[in-house]
């Protein structure tokens, strides 16, 4: 999984590691309105059926149109009438030249009005059938009656990604992060809904979740939506003995904790408050812990890793999954630009508790109340790494060779390897030493 941070996981980066088999949270450190478009432009970015079609009207201006196609990340917009039924469909093929005609012209003079549809319950060979004889990249799937049922496009129906995470509609899992905090305006409750329909799983994001004021938070929160939830971040088996045990949460909804405290590499938590978890010691407190009072739950072990050789040593502690930012950070996918420092690309890369991070105003409740002004977090830049699947290619590739080594054909039998405590004379010796030189 790729963290919930603001210069990890955006849109890009949640769909690109979905469509690898992977997940992408997406931060909260902006508005609601910012997350439920984000969300959106997730699901929506593959699946044999869209069922959240864009429609406009036919008497709508083309500058709509555009303006449409540009913030839901799309190339084409059915037309339907007022009577909801469909009409025509309009794409950025039929967008006009000058920019007088798109200011001003209505939808009705450009749009195909000649639609070429299917009805509802075709199989996706036939939709690869009629799109493929018709030359069309996208199917609007149309009841007896007129009335538009969904949209299929060609780039959905092509096996192009076979191990993609998807829902059960085939639409691309999508994760978010939320503050424990119950939203108390009936706006922002609304616009949390709206974000339910779309999210697969909420993630509680929070440095130390186990405080009383988070868990009430949360336990409003999983009565108010209805996808699942991940809770976090915890270090100790008391805090998850106590969550499982103690706590009336949705049990249905309740499907992982999230662990480790101040392990990240731009993290300074422990440092600034004395308190932390690290993540191979979290990991194995937790696993106990889940073992004992409810093996149904997954274990993700959050922040700290450094190289793909870590991978084999969190599933051997316990973890089902892992989360990373410091891994996916530098890649094309993250949010920001690309930037040359001494003559190396680089990318921006900084904490959740950094100063640029929390004074931006809506992350502050993720560390201690009323401590803004103590930084947990530093900012600062990683090197430049390329796409994402070179990244997982070579986090897939150290896992397994590790997975061989320890003597494990699959994740569950990694939790029976061995593990011992290395001494810093060891480490130096695992690590390359006593050469002449760097090359």
Same mark, same amino acid.
């Given at each position: ?155 959905? @129906? ?33 616009? @949390? ?86 993540? @191979? ?30 991978? #084999? ?21 993250? #949010? ?104």
């Amino acid at each position: 999984m790729s963290s919930a941070m603001d210069t990890v996981t955006e849109e890009n980066m949640a769909i690109s590691m979905a469509l690898h088999g992977g997940l992408g949270v997406l931060h909260r450190n902006c508005s609601y309105e910012r997350q439920l478009e984000m969300c959106r432009i997730v699901k929506r970015a593959r699946s044999f059926v869209i069922d959240d079609v864009a429609t406009i009207n036919p008497n709508a201006k083309v500058s709509k149109a555009k303006f449409m196609m540009e913030n839901y990340n799309i190339s084409g917009i059915v037309v339907t009438n007022d009577e909801k039924k469909v009409c025509g469909i309009f794409t950025k093929r039929d967008i006009p030249f000058f920019e007088q005609d798109i200011k001003n012209g209505a939808i009705k003079d450009y749009m195909t009005k000649d639609v070429i549809s299917i009805k509802p319950g075709a199989s996706r060979e036939d939709a690869l059938k009629i799109l493929y004889e018709s030359r069309k990249e996208k199917l609007p799937i149309i009841d007896e009656n007129g009335f538009l049922k969904g949209l299929i496009t060609k780039k959905d @129906l092509a096996p192009e990604f076979p191990l993609a995470s998807k829902d059960e509609e085939g639409h691309l899992l999508c994760g978010m992060a939320l503050s424990p905090k119950f939203p108390e305006s009936s706006q922002a409750k609304e616009i @949390l809904k709206e974000i339910d329909n779309y999210v697969d799983i909420f993630f509680i994001d929070v440095a130390d979740f186990y405080k009383k004021d988070d868990i009430e938070g949360t336990i409003k929160l999983m009565k108010f939506l209805e996808s699942d939830f991940v809770l976090g971040n915890i270090g100790t088996y008391q805090a998850a003995e106590y969550l499982m045990t103690k706590v009336d949460f949705v049990e249905e909804r309740f499907i992982g904790l999230k662990v480790g405290m101040g392990s990240g590499s731009i993290c300074t938590t422990s440092q600034q408050t004395g308190v932390g978890a690290p993540t @191979l010691f979290a990991t194995a407190q937790v696993a106990d812990a889940i073992q004992d009072y409810n093996p149904k739950l997954s274990l993700i072990a959050d922040g700290g890793f450094k190289n793909p050789g870590d991978l #084999p040593k969190a599933f051997a502690a316990g973890a089902d999954l892992i989360m990373s930012g410091h891994f996916f950070a530098g890649t094309d996918e993250s #949010p920001g630009f690309i930037d040359t420092i001494a003559g190396r690309k680089v990318k921006v890369y900084r904490g959740m508790g950094s100063k640029e991070a929390r004074t931006s105003g809506y992350i502050s409740d993720r560390y201690v109340e009323g401590s803004k002004m103590l930084t947990e977090g530093v900012s600062n830049y990683v090197p430049y790494v390329g796409d994402v699947l070179g990244v997982l290619a070579t986090l897939k590739e150290g896992l397994a060779n590790g997975m061989i080594y320890a003597g494990a054909e699959c994740i569950k039998e990694m939790k029976k390897a061995s593990l011992g405590i290395v001494s810093v004379v060891g480490q130096r010796e695992t690590a390359p030493h006593d050469l002449i030189g760097k090359f």
